[in-house]
């Protein structure tokens, strides 16, 4: 198999936006720092982002090869990989918290409206609720309070971040061909006897990435803890990142490469379809206002 030079492969352990700093002593901080040198008036270009290509084996469901396929995705320079992806997730994550946790402070606890016993000549600590944070059944000191935690990354940024990952772990990609109609009925030993005929232990988690996933198979392999079954519909960067193995088939390669690969121009397509919807509008207007005249 012949891969051309993958750039280092983005993981949560690998990455190093996911580790803490080595320098632990703070003398050592303040001994290495050097001031700064003054900005320049000239305005410095953002890297280029690039396309990596990787050839792939396609194997069959006997596990022998049957062809080749590139992998052909835009990727972010190596100077800021690591912060794309890293952006990427953190957004996912927090996009999908709730924010409803929810406690009640003093004020808004039931009860503790009469003082419990006098202020003085009971030789004990003066108290004025019931209610006090102190005792149990009390209010939450500082508690959490209904947020939201949603926060926004441009189109762009998010579909680089994806490309960039999948390009990291060319090592790790395995293509298969396409094996739904392979499952007459549902039956899960099929399915991970398929996954050791390509190479993919079952303990490991993998992720299949299929544009046409049929019943037989979603039942065959949902008992599998450690697989993802996505389609193109669902892919997002958290399972990417979060699997030792990716699966794909010759149609999720050709999805790919043309929704993530440099060649693609669905933007400009959206943004010519918004045009021609405001000429048909304008035309209609005019052609009103030819009748009312």
């Known amino acids: 198999m012949a891969i051309s030079a993958p750039p280092p492969s983005i ?43 990787a050839t792939l084996p396609i194997l069959s ?36 918290r709730r924010g409803t946790a929810s406690t009640l402070t003093r004020s808004e606890v039931r009860g503790g409206g009469i003082k419990p016993y006098a202020q003085k000549k009971t030789g004990r600590a003066r108290r004025g609720s019931q209610r006090t944070p102190l005792r149990p059944g009390g209010g939450v000191v500082f508690g959490p309070k209904p947020k939201d935690w949603s926060i926004k990354i441009n189109r762009k940024e998010k579909r680089l971040a994806i490309s960039t990952a999948i390009s990291s772990a060319a090592e790790n990609i395995v293509v298969v061909e396409e094996f739904g109609d392979r499952f007459e009925r549902p039956r899960t030993k099929d399915f991970i006897e398929l996954m050791r005929k390509w190479g993919i232990d079952p303990k490991e988690k993998s992720m299949f990435l299929l544009t046409e996933v049929s019943d037989n198979v979603v039942l065959s392999s949902r008992n599998i803890g450690t697989l993802k079954m996505l389609t193109p519909r669902t892919l997002n960067l958290f399972d990417i990142l979060n699997s030792d193995k990716l699966v794909f088939t010759q149609s999720a390669v050709d999805y790919l490469n043309e929704t993530y690969g440099v060649d693609y121009e669905g933007e400009f397509e959206d943004d010519e379809e918004e045009f021609e919807e405001d000429g048909e509008e304008g035309e209609g207007s005019e052609v009103e206002a030819d009748e009312n005249s």
């Open 61 to 96: 469901v006997d596990g022998a090869k049957i062809g080749e396929t590139t992998l052909d995705l835009k990727t972010a320079p190596p100077e800021t990989s690591r912060a794309v992806v890293h952006r990427g997730i953190v957004t996912d994550l927090r996009n999908k």
């Open 11 to 53: 993981s949560f352990l690998s990455s190093s936006t996911f580790l803490k700093s080595p320098h632990k002593n703070p003398k050592f901080l303040f001994s290495t720092f050097k001031p700064l040198k003054p900005l320049s008036h000239r305005h410095t270009k953002a890297p280029p982002i690039r396309a990596d290509l």
